[in-house]
Structures are given as structure tokens and as C-alpha cells.
């Protein structure tokens, strides 16, 4: 009888193993996220791994397709939207960039985390990495990026990393990152200050 119920666990076990899929698990650890905010780290790496850029800023989220991302030094910029509008503000530059935002248009590097975690694999094939990392890379050619790598400690974003087809990868490293605050919409939205060029469709 012992020898049958420890068959069955193994049997159960063997299921619950092979139903466990890098996509899956991804799936798992995103889909409770609904809303994050973090400082960031930006280095860019060249093919030869030369740093040539450095950059540090704060991110926040909230789905669907709300986003704002705040480059604090060395050269201040704000990228922000609110779904339907892209902003593009360069203070030094005193001029605004206003796009359409088209989510559904292009996969890009952030899809996994604007998308629905069940877009995965309509639009990846996921890899699993060591150290709790998963590499996506998009099913279809693009113009933005070959793939991109994101880590995880203690279900939050530590770091994601981005290879472009010039050889250069981008690697974002989060800190005091909060998964589910609570974020007021208006923080997706930008007014262009008073004497502020807007170039775009308002």
C-alpha cells in the first residue's frame, strides 16, 4: 500500500513539473502585478561591452498601458503615457514631442510588462536563465530589439537587459522597486509648460 501512494505522489509530481513551463512561470510572477515603482540604473554597453552611456531616473506603471519614465541625470527627460497620448518632454531642448500611442502596433522591449501576462506567448518565445531570469525574444522581426532578459528577487523586477541589433544592450538595474502601489492617474498625463515648443498631434 506504501508503495502504491508513493507511486501516485511521484506521479503527481511528475505532472505538476512537466505543466511548469518558462512562460508559465513568467506568466505567474507578472500577473499579479497591476501597477510598479522603482528608481532606475541605465547602462548602455557597447558590442565590445565599452560602457558608452549612463543614466539614473524613476519609473512608474499602472495597466493598462499607463507609463511614465523620468531620466533624472545626467540629462533630464520625461517620457510619459496616459494610453492614448505619448509625450516625449526634453527640458534642456525646451520641446515636447506628441505621438499617438499605438500599443498593439509593434512588440517592443516593455510589452511584457504593458501587455497582459497572457500576451506572452502570442507575442514570445520565453527562455528560462539562471539566477530566477527569463529571455524573451519576439516571435516576429522587429526593428526595436533581438531579445530581452528580465531577473527577479523575491517577486520583483531587479533588472532588465536589452540587445539591439547594433550589437548594444541596454541594462536597467531597479531599486526600491514596489510592485502594486497605489498610483493616481494624473501622473500619466503631462501638460507642456508655459513657452514649451510641441511638436506633434496634440
Not at 8 to 26: D, H, K
Not at 68 to 88: C, F, I, M, Y
Not at 129 to 141: A, E, M, R, T
Not at 149 to 160: E, L, M, Q
Amino acid at each position: 500500500m506504501k508503495k502504491v501512494v508513493l507511486l501516485a505522489l511521484v506521479m503527481l509530481s511528475t505532472v505538476a513539473v512537466a505543466q511548469s513551463t518558462p512562460i508559465s512561470e513568467l506568466q505567474s510572477l507578472l500577473a499579479p502585478i497591476s501597477s510598479m515603482k522603482a528608481n532606475f540604473k541605465q547602462t548602455v554597453y557597447s558590442e565590445s561591452k565599452i560602457e558608452i552611456q549612463y543614466a539614473t531616473g524613476n519609473m512608474e506603471y499602472k495597466k493598462p498601458n499607463l507609463f511614465r519614465w523620468q531620466v533624472e541625470h545626467p540629462d533630464a527627460s520625461l517620457l510619459v503615457t496616459d494610453g492614448h497620448k505619448l509625450w516625449n518632454y526634453d527640458p534642456a531642448l525646451e520641446q515636447v514631442t506628441i505621438q499617438k500611442y499605438t500599443a498593439d502596433k509593434q512588440v517592443s522591449p516593455l510589452s511584457f510588462i504593458l501587455d497582459d501576462a497572457s500576451k506572452l506567448s502570442v507575442n514570445f518565445v520565453v527562455a528560462k536563465l539562471p539566477d530566477n531570469c527569463y529571455q524573451l525574444s519576439p516571435k516576429q522581426d522587429n526593428q526595436n530589439f533581438v531579445n530581452v532578459a528580465v531577473c527577479f528577487k523575491a517577486k520583483h523586477i531587479a533588472s532588465v537587459r536589452v540587445l539591439d541589433h547594433l550589437g548594444q544592450t541596454s541594462v536597467f538595474e531597479f531599486s526600491g522597486m514596489q510592485n502594486n502601489p497605489q498610483i493616481a492617474n494624473a501622473r500619466f498625463n503631462f501638460v507642456p509648460p508655459a513657452g514649451v515648443d510641441v511638436v506633434g498631434d496634440e
